[in-house]
Each structure stands twice: as C-alpha cells, then as structure tokens.
C-alpha cells in the first residue's frame, strides 16, 4: 500500500510537471516562426523520408506517430503552433518515423507484440478481479494465473516503450542542434529538451506503476491463502 500511494504521487507530480511545461513552452515562439507541421516535413525530408504524411488530429497531448499508415499525428495545437513545444513534439513523433525508416531493433520488437499486448490489456482489469475472489473463495488460482500473465505481458511493454520514447527525444534533439534554422538560441533548445525530458519521465512512471502493480498480484499468487 505503501508503495502504491509513493508511485501515485511521484505519477501526479510528473504529469503535473509536465503540462505545466508544456504549457509554458507552448507559449514561448519560435524565433524560426516555423509551425509544428513545416518542422515535422523538414525533418523527415533532411533524414530522406518522403512516404510519411504530416497530418492534424484531434484532442491535446495526442500527438504520436502511426506506422501501419505511416502518418506523424499532430495534435492541432502542436501542428499550428509556432512554439518551442510545438516543436519539440513535431521533432519528437518524427523521431519514430525515423525510427521506423531505420528499422530500429527496440521499435520492430514494440510493434511485433502489439497484438498480444492488445489482447492481454483487455483481459487484465476483469481476469485479476475475478481471479482474486475465486483465488480466496474457492481456492482456484488458474484465473488469478491468467490475469498476472497478462499483466506481466502489459508490464514488459511499458518498459519496452522506454528505450522507444528516450530515442525518439535524442533524435529529435540532435536533429534540432543540427539545424539552426529551426531552434536559433540555446534558450529554445533548452526549453525543447525540458519539455521531452518531462515527457519521457511519464512514461518511466507509468512503467514503474504497472510493475509495482504485477508485483502486488504475484505476491498474492505466490504468498499463499490465508485461511
């Protein structure tokens, strides 16, 4: 219980943290003037990408790359803006096309479990609730087994995606450093990498909680019934 109330807070505080910055950083233009989008087409054409489409989506914060389409989905803040967040996100959701145009072993192994992490995810939440009660009621763990497993499967995912996420932000700053055009002092790319760093850290987070979460059922699988 401990534990779960620690990760809890060090969650809230991180998410804080980070649209807090983010919304800071959204504020502060470009002193480039460039859009989310222009920067976004500017990279992958400089790292001879020319199949991905640079495309809005709806929502805050929504912003991710999709490989089976090859599209780099900007939130409409971040495909308009002209801020230092905007383009520390364009650069960042790049930084998987990139990723993807270079085969990048950690994104192949992410996207080759997908589908099972999709099937595990929906099972995990029902599956450990009923698992528990049989578990203690009856005596019957092959459920409570099936629900860890999952959770396990969903677990190692969240830690797949962190060499993913931290990648894509090295990328994508490199990229900015190399190109003067779009961040011109080092106060811009200083705010671009605050921004990222905050952003990875929610994933660190996440990962750390889901497995705070596998070890609280696996002690009750493995720990025994208490009569």
């Not at 976004?40 to 805050?60: R, Y």
């Not at 760093?197 to 660190?204: E, S």
């Amino acid at each position: 219980m401990i534990l779960f109330i620690g990760i809890a807070v060090v969650s809230f505080i991180v998410q804080w943290r980070f649209k807090s910055r983010f919304e800071h950083y959204s504020q502060e233009p470009l002193s480039s003037g460039m859009s989310g989008k222009e920067i976004a087409e500017k990279m992958l054409h400089d790292n001879g990408i020319f199949d991905v489409q640079v495309i809005s989506t709806e929502g805050q914060l929504t912003d991710h790359y999709n490989p089976a389409d090859k599209t780099v989905n900007l939130s409409a803040g971040v495909y308009s803006g002209r801020s230092i967040a905007s383009a520390a996100v364009a650069a960042h959701e790049c930084g998987h096309a990139v990723q993807h145009a270079r085969a990048y072993s950690w994104l192949q192994f992410r996207s080759a479990v997908v589908p099972i992490v999709s099937v595990a995810s929906r099972l995990t939440s029902w599956v450990l609730m009923i698992g528990v009660i049989l578990y203690f009621s009856q005596g019957m763990p092959l459920l409570l087994m099936i629900g860890v497993g999952a959770l396990a499967i969903t677990t190692l995912f969240s830690f797949i995606t962190l060499p993913v996420e931290f990648d894509a932000s090295n990328r994508a700053l490199a990229w900015l450093d190399a190109n003067k055009g779009v961040i011109h002092s080092r106060q811009e790319h200083d705010g671009a990498k605050n921004a990222l760093w905050w952003a990875a850290m929610t994933y660190v987070v996440a990962a750390l909680a889901s497995l705070a979460t596998l070890l609280y059922y696996a002690s009750i699988l493995f720990g025994g019934r208490r009569d």
